[in-house]
């Protein structure tokens, strides 16, 4: 089944409809909690390190009420609890929240509303009280940076001992992009409340979020309207049939290697080959043939620089897809090259095309709408020089920039990061991947895999799914740890993927 993720406003707009229906808004803070209890009783029964001192450090939202109305069902549930909490809101819910714990006579120390040298002296007993520490500071509804002393409080939490659990977002962590403003709490856990949000899974927010479980409490009703979809781990590729032949699965021409960069077309073919691909081409300067030969002696070259414009139109009318754009450089050739190759496949019906790297750059500067099969693989900087503004821009809100760009270009986008989403006729958001896939090449090896999975199946095979196989290679490669991951590395993991898609 499909998981959705919303807009933190559809949430809240869904909550408001559902309390005009007579609902208890207060009613749906308890079973909130309730649920969220019942979660935490199993989590701690079952972890291998005791968890019987809890603390839920509480703010002034409705956010705070979900924690003061857990700590009265983790009070019964047995477990010493304490509550660290600011000065109270004007919510009545929260008010009521309130009474039932000091009903439960819970301690509540109001110490976040102390001066910082008072906090620090009392936050360092907390340090070696607790053996879980709760956020129920701030909700969903958090859009803006937080003050010095809240940072503060927030830097506090986090460097408390224990297991850290999160109340519907980890607060300073924006619902809807994924950002801290600027800072937010490391939670292990997060319980997110009636429903995934976008900020959970793009962005920095794998930093923040941990392990992610939804407290859905309440029926959806036909207005509630997700902004994107999470793009599924499992992947099912077809069978080959037993009488195919090197023709029957594409033929992918990969486009660039300027003089001085031939690594990248490199990558890219051998990816290619990796995902499945029957043939593969790589166009480039003709300096690098022989070190593409001594490594894949598979792959066909033809020189960039001795092709006539037949030529090249007899290669795109040969192959079934092009990756192009992988080291082709920024200098005038690789412009004009750019230029002439561009100009034929932007108007090939029979291909699929890859633009990456170097042809981003261009595309930015020559402007033009795209066929629907263009599929266009920028990370943050190059989808700032396509839409003119800065890279914080597009981090800022990476949901936003997307759809940007599919509307400014055309075509069906990958913006890559942390939480890669992917614009097809809807948004996808990859939660596959590592922080070891930071590292050059990995773009070559995505680009190469999207041509030869797309000369494969074409429309039978979504954006989504490619990218998401990608990660699952990189994946496999950090089973034996993150760092020192390299871009050669991941044909061997590209093959497994691609093999093991459909079991």
């Avoid at 509550?83 to 929260?94: K, R, V």
């Amino acid at each position: 089944m499909l998981q959705q993720v919303y807009h933190s406003h559809e949430l809240q707009a869904w909550e408001r409809r559902w309390f005009a229906q007579q609902n208890s808004s207060f009613g749906l803070m308890q079973q909130v909690a309730w649920s969220i209890a019942q979660r935490l009783d199993t989590l701690f029964t079952h972890s291998q390190t005791k968890i019987r001192k809890i603390a839920i450090w509480c703010g002034a939202g409705n956010n705070a009420g979900d924690g003061y109305c857990l700590a009265s069902y983790l009070n019964q549930l047995g477990y010493h609890v304490e509550i660290f909490a600011t000065p109270l809101g004007e919510s009545q819910d929260l008010k009521l929240a309130v009474n039932v714990a000091k009903q439960d006579d819970l301690v509540i120390h109001s110490i976040l509303n102390q001066n910082m040298q008072n906090q620090c002296s009392l936050n360092q007993n907390v340090i070696t009280q607790f053996d879980c520490h709760i956020d129920a500071l701030f909700g969903i509804g958090l859009n803006r940076d937080l003050d010095q002393f809240w940072q503060e409080v927030i830097q506090y939490f986090n460097a408390q001992s224990g297991l850290k659990i999160a109340i519907d977002i980890p607060s300073g962590l924006n619902a809807n992009t994924g950002q801290p403003l600027p800072i937010a709490i490391k939670a292990d856990r997060t319980y997110t409340v009636l429903g995934l949000k976008a900020g959970l899974f793009t962005g920095q927010a794998k930093e923040y979020s941990g392990i992610i479980d939804v407290i859905s409490v309440i029926p959806t009703d036909a207005e509630l309207k997700p902004i994107a979809q999470l793009a599924p781990n499992h992947i099912q590729l077809a069978q080959r049939q037993a009488f195919g032949h090197k023709g029957s699965y594409g033929h992918v021409l990969v486009i660039g290697g300027h003089a001085d960069m031939g690594g990248a077309a490199m990558m890219a073919a051998e990816s290619a080959f990796s995902a499945g691909a029957g043939k593969v081409t790589i166009v480039c300067d003709a300096k690098h043939h022989t070190a593409i030969l001594a490594r894949s002696p598979n792959i066909m070259l033809r020189d960039i620089n001795a092709l006539t414009m037949d030529d090249i139109q007899v290669l795109i009318d040969q192959v079934d897809a092009v990756s192009f754009g992988m080291g082709l450089g920024r200098d005038e050739w690789a412009e004009q090259q750019f230029l002439t190759w561009f100009a034929k496949v932007n108007v090939a019906k029979h291909l699929q095309v890859v633009l990456d790297a170097d042809a981003l750059w261009f595309l930015a500067i020559h402007s033009t709408q795209l066929k629907a099969d263009t599929y266009l693989t920028p990370h943050p900087g190059e989808a700032a020089k396509l839409l003119n503004c800065s890279v914080q821009d597009i981090e800022n809100d990476r949901i936003q920039a997307i759809q940007k760009l599919q509307h400014q270009y055309s075509g069906q986008w990958v913006l890559k990061g942390a939480g890669s989403l992917i614009l097809e006729d809807q948004l996808w958001i990859c939660t596959a991947g590592n922080a070891g896939m930071a590292t050059g090449g990995m773009g070559d090896v995505l680009a190469g895999m999207i041509a030869s999975l797309k000369a494969q199946f074409a429309d039978k095979i979504a954006l989504h799914d490619i990218v998401t196989l990608h990660a699952l290679a990189g994946d496999r490669l950090a089973q034996q740890g993150e760092r020192g991951i390299q871009a050669h590395h991941m044909q061997e993991a590209v093959y497994y993927v691609v093999n093991h898609a459909n079991t």
